[in-house]
């Protein structure tokens, strides 16, 4: 089991920054990809960001490119979604989730945190 917790979520303004913090416990991660998901209200869970442990390569969705930032810190266990230029579309809940090497679906995650609310105002 992987046990995963969000933190770092709030209310901000248009144009502002907001890092999301996901601290993992549980079980060695060297084998696994961390990612980051959405959901708004009325709409589905959708990808945000994944990066794979053991080599950091990271992935985006196209709506969030240039803009937001995943990474990982071994020796805290901790995955981070740093946001920047934020824009009302942004805001939903965010969840990070653990699965297999490579992962980018949410079918493909077997671990999932309780999710963080991010607001954005215009």
């Known amino acids: 089991q992987v046990q995963l917790v969000e933190s770092g979520g709030g209310l901000v303004q248009a144009g502002g920054s907001l890092r999301l913090s996901c601290a993992a416990s549980?079980?060695?991660?060297?084998?696994?990809?961390m990612g980051w998901f959405r959901q708004a209200p009325g709409k589905e869970r959708e990808f945000v960001a994944a990066?794979?442990?053991?080599?950091?390569?990271?992935y985006y969705a196209d709506s969030v490119k240039g803009r937001f930032t995943i990474s990982r810190d071994n020796a805290k266990n901790t995955v981070y979604l740093q946001m920047n230029s934020l824009k009302p579309e942004d805001t939903a809940v965010y969840c990070c989730?653990?699965?297999?090497?490579?992962?980018?679906?949410?079918?493909?995650?077997?671990?999932w945190g309780q999710g963080t609310q991010v607001t954005v105002s215009s």
């Open positions: 990066v794979t442990w053991s080599s950091g390569t990271t």
């Open positions: 989730a653990a699965g297999p090497y490579g992962s980018l679906t949410k079918d493909e995650y077997h671990f």
């Open positions: 549980g079980r060695t991660l060297s084998s696994y990809s």
